[in-house]
C-alpha cells in the first residue's frame, strides 16, 4: 500500500466570542490536510497556524505542506508509521526542535486517520489501548475586566461548564483578583491558568504564592520556554505545581526539562507537538516519571480535536481539558458531529479518527474562505 497524493488547503472557520489570539482575524485558520492511498482510501488531518501564538503562519504552513513535508510522504507506506516519521525528517531540518510542528501535526493526524482506516482500527486500538473516555472539558476565561468576568462565568454555567482555563499575565494584581473571583464564584472546579510566557522571573516568584492563596490549582508557562533557570526556581519555590505548554514540543525536551526538574507536568498539545506521535510518547514520558499531564489545544476544529479526544481517552486523562473549540467556533466538516453535551466530549467510535468528512460541508467552508479573502483589503 502506497501514498498517492498528499493535498492541503486553509479554510477559515467563523467563530463567536473575544478570544484574544484570533482577535481581529476573518476566522480561525486552519490548513485542511488530505492524504489519499492507492485505492482511493482517505486520511484527513488539521494544522493549526496561529500567528499570534507561534511563529507558524497559513501562508507558511500552506508553503512546508506544499512543498516539503507532503512530497515527501508520496510512495510510502502509510502502515508503516515511522517510516513516514523519519521522510518527514529528512524533508526538513529542524533547529532547536521538531521543524514546523503546528504544519506537520495535520499530516500526522491524517497519516493516522489513514492508518486506522486500512486496518479498521481506532486510534486506542493502534496503540493497544483502551478506548477509554468520556473527557470532560473546560471553559476558557479570556476577560479584559473583572465587570466581564461574572458574565463569562454564567455563560459557562449555562452551557454546562463546571471548570475553567483562565488566561492570566498581562497584570498581576488583575490576575490574582481574577482566581479569588473564580473560585468564590465556582468553589469546586478546577482551576488552571495559563499565563503564555508572559511573566518575567521576579514577577512570577512574587504572584506564584498569591494564586496558591487564591487557591489555584495549576500555573502553565508563567515563563518563556528558554527561561530554564527561572523554571527551576519556580519549581523549587513550590508555591504552585508548574507546567509547560509552548516550549515543549519534541519528547526530546520533555525528557530534557523532566531531567532538569523544571515542571511537575506537562501541558500536551497534539496540535503543537507535531501530532499524535509525539503527544503519546510525551504523556508516556511524564507517567514514567510519575509527573502529571494536562490537555490543551490551539482551539481545535473537528478533525483535530477528534485527534485530541482519542488521545485523552486511550491514556485516560483525568483532568478537564482545554481543548476549546466547541467555545468559539461556530461550524464543522463533519457528516456526523462529534458529541458533546456540556462539558463532556466523548470518544469517537469507529476506524481512525472514528469521523467522518462531509465534503460538501468542507466546499461551503471554501466558498466561504475564498469570498473572505476576495473581500480582504
Known sequence: MK??????????YPFTGYWKFLEGSPGHGVVFVKITAEGGVVGWGQSLPVPTWSYETPETALIVLKRYLGPSLIGCDPLDMEACQRAMDR??????????????????????????????RSIAQMWDRPRGGPVQLNWTINVRSLDELDAQIE???????????????SDPQFDVAMARRIRQLAPDTYLWVDA?????????????????????????????????SGYQALKKQGALPITMDEGVVSPVEAEEFIRLKMVDGLTVKVSRCGGLLSAKRQIELVQEAGLFWLMSGLTDPDISLAASLALCGAFNLDKPAALNGPQFLTADCLARPLEIAGDTAQVPTGPGLGIEVDEAKVKELLERTKKIKRDKP
Open 3 to 12: 501514498i498517492d497524493t498528499v493535498d492541503a488547503f486553509l479554510i477559515y
Open 91 to 120: 524533508a526538513l531540518a529542524p533547529s532547536f526542535t521538531t521543524a514546523m510542528p503546528i504544519s506537520r501535526a495535520g499530516l500526522d493526524i491524517a497519516l493516522h486517520d489513514l492508518a486506522g482506516k486500512l486496518t479498521g
Open 155 to 169: 455563560t459557562a454555567f449555562h452551557r454546562g461548564y463546571r471548570h475553567f482555563n483562565v488566561k492570566i499575565g
Open 196 to 228: 503564555n510566557g508572559h511573566y518575567d522571573l521576579a514577577t512570577a516568584l512574587e504572584v506564584a504564592p498569591k494564586l496558591a492563596d487564591a487557591a489555584v490549582d495549576v500555573l502553565e508557562a508563567p515563563l518563556r520556554p528558554n527561561r530554564i
